[in-house]
């Protein structure tokens, strides 16, 4: 590792650190992390696949248990070690006294949100195509066979898959490349107002649909036989997934937090945007499937061709399809970016400063990983790298990142921060960088890290092997 400089992990800043410009724009900058494709089309997609209401649930627990007090953990250890995850964990274990080899939980972050990004921008990619799509009025009348095809025949041409993850990585690469004030704040600044503000006009517009009272029902209706080991696997992994834990991207955004914020009440506020966003999601989505008698469960598809075609059927549907598809892009951009960030910021410290030159080596390293998940869909759709095994049978490269990150290496990563922040760190040097007055929240918050968090992503892992 190169040791450039050691700044110690007091709270200040180290030299030049640029720091964000107000609470708000953290805020808004990490909800932008965290509400994405995960909220807009994940969460919908398997709501519907295991079954609404009963996993709902589980996964609002997961996000107030598990995702809450490691979303803490990692923002704190971010802003006390003040650098890329990796350094920061390489400076914060030798503050704490603890085993250098904690910098590989800061490694394995970083290593998280590369390999995400790899296939989520193949994603990302797909919802540029789709603002073509909908704005050029290409759903307009479609019956299920041509939406169907419109969507088979992009994953089958690998140049246009390829096109468009090259498209979406230039503008990813574009903002990081600018630094933190004037590439990220900026850009984030202008895309997450618009997000909201999309979302409630796609509410809005489900509303009034006369599917909207099934989907409220869908939604919050339990239906606990549905509730299997796998779907409480599931929602663990989606919520680290939605929350941007243990990818880094956390641990960067926090590395810039002022000083004075609080990082217990900015955390949770977080929380409640990104799991309102998520509910909102469902609330514009599943209305227009009930509404037009589609499949709920219709998975990874649901919202590339389950909707598209109630857009094509449904009254104003070439506007509202082409907001729905810019909401998308929007919400994808802000979480790649994050997801950019920490190697960008390991690459800047290793390299003196040269962001430009950072954000270019390790945007093209992601895009070329990338070109290996966009072919996966079509030349590469044969290859099943772990296929031998019961548990991938049938996934291609890129199921298999996405179930390898999302499932393993965020719960693994996140207990691991549980742990260092509940264990590792002492009870004085906890409340310190939280700036918490021992007392009720305190001791509860430190109880959590240390017994609830960790256990229950073990029961979660131990049950799935068995
Ligand atoms: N939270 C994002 C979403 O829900 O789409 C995904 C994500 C962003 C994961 C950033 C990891 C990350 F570092």
Known sequence: MNEISQPTAQQGGRHGNPLWSSRLAFILAATGSAVGLGNIWKFPYITGEYGGGAFVLVYLLCIALIGVPILIAEVMLGRRGRRSPLHTMATLAREDGCSAHWLLLGGMGMLAGWLILSFYSVIGGWSLAYVGNAVSGQFAGADANQIGTLFGDMLARPATLLGWHSLFMLVVIAIVCRGLKSGMEKAINLLMPLLFLLLLVMVGYAM?????EQATSFLFNPDFSKLTTEAVLTALGHAFFTLSLASGAMMAYGSFLPKEYSVTGTAVTIAIVDTVVALLAGLAIFPLVFSNGLEVAAG????????????????????FGSLFFALLLIAAITSAI??????????????????????LIAGIAVWTLGIVNALSFNLLGDVHPLGFLTAFEGKTIFDLLDYLTANIMLPLGGLLMAVYAGWAMSAQALAQALSLQPGMLFNTLRFVLRFISPVLVLVVFINQLV
């Open 300 to 319: 990874p598809g649901l919202i590339f061709q389950t909707l598209p075609l109630a857009f094509g059927q449904m009254p104003f549907g070439i506007l």
């Open 338 to 359: 994050s997801m950019l960030e920490p190697a960008v910021e390991w690459l800047e410290e290793r390299q003196q400063g040269n962001r430009l030159r950072a954000a």
């Open 208 to 212: 009034s649909t006369p599917g909207f």
